[in-house]
């Protein structure tokens, strides 16, 4: 099938199943979706294995490999989804509490890479698994990033205080360029064999994050240019997407972070473009059509990953694993929070509401599927794309279905971490 024969299945089957879970089911739109595509792969896998003849798994599956879901998400849908969600972030308020979200998405991708490995290394050993050790860090880098899409919608419907969400916005946004580099760095010592140097993975990573945030920076800048010398709304969207799509094109040529480019742009377009380069008319058009790219790319993206669930190999391991990959993530994630507060000690701690949103509001989404999926064929991949899915499910059908009730429960905003640069 084609490119586009394959977009616009995607695209009907979200839009369909979309405005059926509008009607009857009622979950939230992302929870929704990812249920019908994860229900789905599971009536495909018991058709297959007990109706004789059926083949409808595989055709599936095909299909989906076809489109190749990694590929398809880090090298395209990524770049507009970051930049989408940097537009809406305030930068003021970012600058305000810009230690907290430095630390988060750098020191605390690290130590949740660094403690879900150990943690997982050591259930494997227990388990008996033929995993080498490196591979266990790998999942950790892969399973650190959050999904800043995901959270964002729920802070603003509860009214979540602003700075706090700036906060959580900051940290997934560039967390996810922050973990895309670890892993891949992580993965070429565990694929070669060689032992990890950390002075060469700290250039690399200088390196790689430097390089995207400098790009995001320059093609930023150019958009920015651009927009205020006219007012020509379809041409400024225009401009918008070519900011995207030549920005994260040039940091794929250059072997640098597109994700983070992403979000450095996003957020000067976002800010400085919205405030000083574009009209009421432009800002309006560009914020819609944005709003619109997000929602579209989000519907396919959850959609997708309980799709991908056809693409397990089930077994006892395989479940074993995947139960005890939910604990972790969960407890590494909690300990970083904790430690990342003590990094602090002139500032004011972490409230319990704040402490709270963050934990429980770092959700897991499609870049530690599609990492995971890019993982080399074998039973090691197998083993950790079970835990990969284990940990996103829970993630996506427990954690963002119940955080607008854990906000709900919280203290007042006043425990607001992004005042702990002050």
């Known amino acids: 099938m084609s490119p586009f024969d394959l977009a616009a299945m995607l695209v009907v089957a979200s839009a369909l199943l979309g405005w059926f879970n509008h009607h009857f089911v009622r979950l939230p739109h992302v929870v929704g979706l990812t249920v019908m595509g994860a229900l789905a792969s599971v ?11 059926i083949t409808l798994d595989d055709t599936v599956a095909r299909l989906l490999g076809e489109m190749n879901f990694t590929t398809t998400l880090l090298e395209g849908m990524l770049s507009f989804l970051l930049f989408a969600g940097a537009l809406h972030v305030d930068l003021e308020r970012l600058r305000a509490g810009w230690l907290p979200v ?23 050993y227990l388990l008996a698994l033929p995993i080498a050790p490196i591979w266990y860090f790998v999942f950790g880098a892969l399973i650190a990033p959050t999904d800043p899409v995901s959270v964002l919608g729920v802070l603003k419907e509860e009214k979540v205080e602003r700075g706090l969400q700036a906060t959580v916005a900051g940290e997934s946004l560039f ?11 992580l993965l070429g010592a565990a694929v070669t064999g060689q032992d990890f140097s950390l002075a060469e993975g700290m250039r690399l990573f200088a390196l790689e994050a430097g390089g995207g945030m400098l790009v995001g ?13 006219m007012d020509e709304y379809a041409l400024e969207v225009t401009i918008t997407l070519a900011v995207v799509m030549g920005g994260y094109a040039l940091c794929t040529a250059l072997h640098i972070s597109g994700p983070l480019a992403m979000a450095v742009a996003g957020l000067l377009i976002g800010n400085h ?42 077994g006892v391991p395989h479940a074993l694993l995947g139960v005890a990959a939910i604990p972790v993530t969960l407890a590494a994630r909690a300990a970083a ?3 990342l507060a003590g990094l602090l000690p002139a500032s004011r701690k972490h409230g319990p509401a704040a402490f709270g949103i963050l934990w429980w509001g770092g959700l897991r989404g499609g870049i530690s599927i ?10 090691t991949r197998d083993l950790l794309l079970a ?4 940990a996103v499910l829970f993630s996506v059908l427990v954690q963002r279905a119940t955080l607008g009730s854990v906000i709900a429960r919280s203290a007042a905003p006043s425990a607001d971490v992004t005042q702990s640069a002050h």
Not at 43 to 53: N, Q
Not at 175 to 185: A, C, E, S, Y
Not at 222 to 229: D, I, V, Y
């Open 102 to 124: 430095l630390l988060l998405s750098t020191v605390g991708v690290i130590i949740s890479t660094l403690l879900v490995g150990a943690a997982m290394w050591g259930i494997g």
């Open 387 to 390: 835990a990969t899915f284990a």
């Open 175 to 185: 967390n996810d360029g922050v973990g895309i580099v670890v892993f891949t760095i």
């Open 43 to 53: 009536g495909l896998l018991i058709a297959d294995a007990f109706i004789p003849g």
């Open 337 to 339: 929070l904790k430690l």
């Open 217 to 229: 920076l320059l093609v930023g800048f150019l958009g920015f240019h651009a927009m205020r010398s």
């Open 273 to 314: 473009g919205v405030t000083y380069a574009m009209s009421d008319v432009t800002r309006d058009y560009v914020v819609k059509f944005w709003e619109v790219v997000d929602e579209l790319l989000n519907s396919v993206l959850f959609l997708l990953i309980g799709l991908e669930m056809i693409a397990l190999v089930p």
């Open 370 to 379: 599609a990492l995971a999926l890019s993982l080399p064929e074998g039973l």
